[in-house]
């Protein structure tokens, strides 16, 4: 069983930065494939970026378009906690983000279906 934990949420200005952690633990995270979706109220639950651990603390990030280019993902070295670095944020950026986990890489990262573990989110508000 894999816990996770986000945190870095908050409220912040139109045009600023926030940086969310997901630490994990419960058995070993090494290996595991990790991602941030993010849910605004009355929407579904939406896919920011997928990481897969790739070897010797190397992984790739797949990366929705809606985000690429103002979100980064990153893994430590440990591969036991997940990051993600949030710049230009918009008011349509406030969601719940949400920090999940699953043990095989799918080609349909996208869907919050194959993901096992999940944290309990973290609150970005952003003002205009």
Known sequence: ???????????????????????????????????????APGKGREFLVATKWIAHGSY????????????????????IALYLQMNSLEPQDSAVYYCAAGSYF???????????????GTQVTVSS
Request: proline residues 1%.
């Open 1 to 39: 069983q894999v816990q996770l934990q986000e945190s870095g949420g908050g409220l912040v200005q139109a045009g600023g930065s926030l940086r969310l952690s997901c630490a994990t633990s419960g058995r070993t995270a090494q290996g595991l494939f990790m991602a941030w979706f993010r849910q």
């Open 60 to 79: 790739v990030a797949y990366y929705a378009d809606s985000v690429e280019g103002r979100f980064t993902a990153s893994r430590d070295d440990a591969r």
């Open 106 to 120: 799918s080609t349909n990262y996208h869907s919050p279906t194959i993901y096992e573990y999940w944290g309990q």
